[in-house]
């Protein structure tokens, strides 16, 4: 409904009006719906050092501009909210540029619906959240963090986490510039400039035009590197004095950057470099520099009629680099239709291209795709067409070229090439709102998003240049070709994701206003059109790409148990309730409790994975996950104290989780089945004097798989089950708890923030990770291996870790700068803390499992990230 104000004089409205505008919603219709009555008397907005407890019917929290500022230059969103209660991050670098890890209530990132403006930014197939290629922290007016729920219009496939939004500033009605340079260690350098035009018509139109550069190394090696750029720019247009309007906003934001994450511990022999190797979870920091094999050549010398083999220049994991181009056009409008009757539309297009993976080893020869075989010797010969079987093509994982790379006459050869995971997306989607005023105290709102992402995903293969550099971190860009003329690639699809979603909401004020009721359902109806122009030779995805019909129709017939190229239609419908209470005992003391569910459709990888079995069977079927979420809670709201604090339940049926391996260069997929997930959040933020504010937060978190998984079966057809049965999720904390505190003695304000993250399971089954062999459950033979067989390497869990940050800044007004001139000293990891950063968990850890014998042969532990060291930087800031 209408906010009203009550106010003494035009400096309290002003103040007001400001606080008002802060949305704890997400799209335009959601801001609008969430608007309440504020009654003032002289009193600021209830905000305590940038940390909000909004009154609302769901567990919320809001982190202002005042907070957001403070954190290191450049800072990525996500890091900023790890001091939310229930949000747990682990970042990769201490300037947020080199992605990171997100964790909400023991959810992925990938359950988690991240917008900006409304917009989603999860990734359309997979879901993924890229935590590098976020907003400028400078044009964040706030961010807000729905725990375990969405709003009724998310336009989301896979939110049962919960939601994070965040909105960008509004430009300023007077004409002003701020500029800031940064500089810090691992060759930290970063500026940001901003112009806001002020009104440049009488009818208030009015802009901001922004630009930013970044650039540093990366800490654990003497490699990598990380360049970022990114442009923003609004347009805002007031329309009459009803708060309606209309505005346009674009963003370029564009990364260059190399993987780096575990790996073992610099050695007289060097480093075995790579995410398969058996030291990926770290345990101790003797040493933080790390040896690569750089500077190389991947020159060697040609001989005809003799084979050579390709050079590990540039396969190194530090050089695999993960650029990004992302873009996004968004608009955002209201439209009040006399007093009762409001309109908002919010259209947008995205846009990314962007790739992730290594090198790959080509072999100049073609291929015997018989699997009889009988034809391999002619498959190295130069003449066209020699050996029917004999074909070019990306098969068993590796480029066949069937033409001379090197220039030696003969096609006997292995040459190194890069071959990442190429994506482009073209995303279109609108979420509008119609509000109708029933009454002072009865409003109801309809509301329709649609969502359309056309995802291309392939896998082109590039040249690298004589040292490990590839001459286009792209390959799409200019694509190698086969000698039939066949462009080479790991894979070749084409999907559309599709969300149409009617919704509808009412709110109601009763008693005075003390109770607020809202009551809400919205019906997603998803579609994933996907087409696998590759056949898919295993249940976990793997395929084999040729690329024209003749070939196709060879390689079907002499393979019959791969599924070949195809399309497919996968469609989930339900309908969603979402309602929720708030009772005000006093204007200050609230209860609050919500119930939701939620859904979330299986990522295209899992989808693709389908296409393996005949389309008749259970598994050409994934089912989606839903999940039953009821928080209740309290909150007490003043002046100078926001507390919240609330309990929560979410029950999980078919719980799909995914990892990332980098060796596969994709998700792997493991179904829990049904998982338990309850907690408990908590928060205080109080400001006994103008110059100290305190702000202390924790929650506790415990998930429970219901029942064993089943991982196969041994000789004689028995099942194989992970005993997965009353364990936690891999990769989500125990607990988490920590604080802030913060003074201002004149000039200079001093914050320090500490915060404790709690053990992680590093699989599913709550097991410790080993070197060697053993007999799993139910293998036949039965039988027990020595002790010395298997040798343990990590814990049952990554240990807990303290990361204590520190931001100190004094203003220079008092050299006779401007008052708004500052500058700004950030210490990441105070303490310089050794710790596992982010990593995604398994089900158990990887084996083999030999059928006749009934031993298991361990694999590699999980991927992880180590924790960012402890960086140093300092920031000048100019406003005028």
Request: proline fraction near 5%; aromatic fraction near 10%; hydrophobic fraction near 35%.
């Amino acid at each position: 409904m209408k906010i009203r104000y009550q106010l003494a004089a035009s400096a309290v409205a002003l103040t007001i009006c400001s606080f008002s505008s802060a949305a704890f919603a997400q799209s335009t219709g959601s801001v609008d719906f969430e608007d309440e009555v504020i009654v003032v008397s002289g009193s600021r907005s209830q905000d305590v050092a940038g940390i909000q407890a909004p009154d609302s019917t769901k567990a919320k929290a809001v982190l202002t501009q005042e907070l957001i500022e403070r954190q290191n230059p450049g800072q990525t969103i996500l890091d900023t909210i790890n001091v939310i209660p229930g949000v747990n991050f682990q970042n990769n670098d201490a300037y947020g540029s080199s992605g990171g890890t997100l964790n909400i209530r023991g959810f992925d990132s990938s359950r988690i619906s991240l917008t900006f403006d409304g917009v989603p930014l999860n990734d359309s197939g997979n879901y993924a959240i890229y935590s590098n290629q976020q907003l400028d922290p400078e044009l964040i007016e706030q961010v807000n963090v729905n725990l375990g729920t969405t709003d009724v219009d998310s336009p989301t496939a896979s939110a049962v986490g919960g939601t994070v939004n965040y909105r960008t500033l509004t430009p300023t009605e007077d004409f002003g510039v701020k500029l800031s340079g940064s500089i810090g260690e691992y060759n930290f350098m970063r500026a940001f400039g901003l112009v806001n035009t002020g009104n440049l018509t009488s009818f208030g139109t009015r802009a901001f035009f922004s630009a930013s550069m970044a650039s540093n190394d990366n800490p654990f090696n003497n490699y990598g590197v990380v360049d970022k750029q990114q442009y923003n720019a609004k347009i805002y247009q007031p329309i009459g004095v009803d708060g309606d309007f209309i505005a346009i906003a674009g963003n370029y934001n564009q990364n260059r950057n190399n993987f780096f994450g575990s790996l073992p511990l610099r050695s007289d022999a060097g480093r075995v470099v790579g995410a398969g190797s058996g030291n990926r979870f770290p345990a101790n920091n003797d040493e933080r520099e790390y040896l690569i094999n750089y500077p190389c050549s991947t020159a060697v010398a040609a001989v005809a009629g003799t084979a050579q083999s390709a050079t590990s220049c540039g396969t190194e994991f530090d050089r695999r680099y993960n650029p990004s181009n992302t873009g996004s056009i968004r608009g955002s409008s209201k439209f009040s239709f006399g007093e009762k009757l409001t309109l908002t539309v919010d259209p947008s297009y995205q846009y990314v291209k962007a790739n992730g993976g290594g090198t790959v080893t080509a072999r100049e020869a073609r291929r015997d795709i018989d699997p009889t075989g009988g034809t391999a010797a002619n498959c190295t010969t130069v003449v066209s067409g020699t050996g029917v079987n004999c074909q070019a093509g990306y098969l068993g994982g590796s480029p066949f070229f069937g033409k001379d790379l090197n220039g030696d006459g003969d096609i006997l050869d292995s040459v190194t090439m890069i071959a990442p995971s190429q994506t482009q997306t073209h995303r279109y989607g609108v979420i509008s709102s119609l509000r109708y005023e029933i009454n002072d105290t009865n409003s109801v709102r309809l509301a329709y998003t649609f969502d359309r992402a056309r995802h291309r995903q392939t896998g082109e293969v590039g040249l690298l240049d004589v040292n490990g550099e590839p001459f286009d971190v792209f390959p799409v860009n200019n694509p190698q070709a086969a000698a039939n003329g066949v462009t080479l690639q790991k894979r070749n699809r084409l999907s559309y994701a599709i969300l149409q979603q009617i919704s509808g909401e009412y709110r109601g004020e009763f008693m005075d206003d003390a109770l607020v009721v809202t009551a809400g359902v919205r019906a997603p109806f998803f579609k994933r059109d996907l087409t696998n122009y590759c056949f898919t030779s295993s249940a976990g995805g793997f395929v084999e790409c040729f690329g024209n019909d003749t070939q196709n129709t060879l390689n079907a017939g002499l393979n019959p148990t791969q599924a070949g190229p195809q399309n497919r239609v996968f469609k989930y419908n339900k309908v969603l309730p979402n309602v929720g209470f708030n009772y005000k005992f006093t204007p200050e003391f609230s209860m609050f409790a919500s119930f939701a569910q939620g859904l979330s459709v299986p990522g295209t990888d899992s989808l693709y994975n389908a296409f393996f079995f005949p389309i008749t069977t259970a598994g050409a079927r994934p089912a989606p996950e839903t999940t039953d979420s009821v928080d209740v809670g309290v909150r007490y709201r003043s002046g100078n104290i926001q507390a919240q604090a609330s309990g929560w339940l979410t029950k999980f049926q078919n719980r799909l989780a995914s990892a990332y391996d980098p060796e596969l260069d994709q998700n792997v997929y493991r179904n829990l089945g049904n998982v338990d997930k309850y907690g408990i959040d908590g928060s205080i933020s109080y400001r006994p004097i103008p110059e100290l504010a305190v702000y202390v937060f924790g929650s506790v978190m415990k998930s429970e798989i219901k029942n064993n998984v089943a991982i196969g079966e041994n000789a004689n057809g028995t099942p194989v089950f992970a005993a997965t049965a009353g364990q936690r999720e891999a990769g989500s904390p125990k607990y988490s708890f920590g604080g802030t505190l913060r003074g201002e003695v004149g000039p200079v304000e001093i914050g320090i923030t500490a915060k404790r993250t709690g053990p992680r399971n590093i699989f599913d089954t709550g097991e410790a990770t080993y070197t060697g062999s053993y007999v799993p459950t139910g293998a036949v033979p039965s039988g027990t291996l020595g002790t010395s067989s298997r040798t343990q390497i990590f814990g049952e869990t990554a240990p807990a870790y303290w990361l204590v940050n520190l931001d100190a800044s004094i203003n220079l007004g008092f050299l006779g700068l401007n008052d708004k001139t500052r500058f700004q000293v950030n210490v990441y990891n105070l303490f310089d803390q050794f710790y596992v950063g982010g990593f995604g968990g398994g089900l158990f850890q990887s084996a083999t499992y030999n059928r006749t014998t009934g031993v298991a042969a361990y694999g590699g532990p999980g991927f992880v990230q180590i924790g960012a060291p402890r960086t140093v930087s300092g920031t000048v800031t100019f406003a005028f």
